[in-house]
Nanobody, 122 residues
């Protein structure tokens, strides 16, 4: 049973930073993809960043390139999303997700965490 748990959300002013954490466990395979997604009220869920835990290859949505960084600590089974230069439009529920191979294919993710709220005020 794949389990994903997010933490680190909160409220911050525009221009500030937050770091989200996703602790993952239970996947049958040694290496797989972990991604970060977000969904704002009234909007569709969008993929933000992904990483392959086996090699560290990373993938980003254009909307966050240069501001967000995904990274991992395999010893802790944790993937991080460092979010800098936050904007009010980054306000959303952020979810981490997993899939076997397709780290940059947002539709391929099929295991999900419960989410953590990020609110950016202007």
């Amino acid at each position: 049973q794949v389990q994903l748990m997010e933490s680190g959300g909160g409220s911050v002013q525009a221009g500030g930073s937050l770091r989200l954490s996703c602790t993952h466990s239970g996947y049958t395979y040694s290496y797989y993809c972990i991604g970060w997604f977000r969904q704002a009220p009234g909007k569709e869920r969008e993929g933000v960043a992904g990483i392959y835990t086996g090699g560290g290859n990373t993938y980003y949505a254009d909307s966050v390139k240069g501001r967000f960084t995904i990274s991992q600590d395999n010893a802790k089974n944790t993937v991080y999303l460092q979010m800098n230069s936050l904007k009010p439009e980054d306000t959303a529920m952020y979810y981490c997700a997993a899939n076997r191979w397709s780290c940059g294919s947002w539709q391929a993710y099929n295991y999900w965490g419960q989410g953590t709220q990020v609110t950016v005020s202007s």
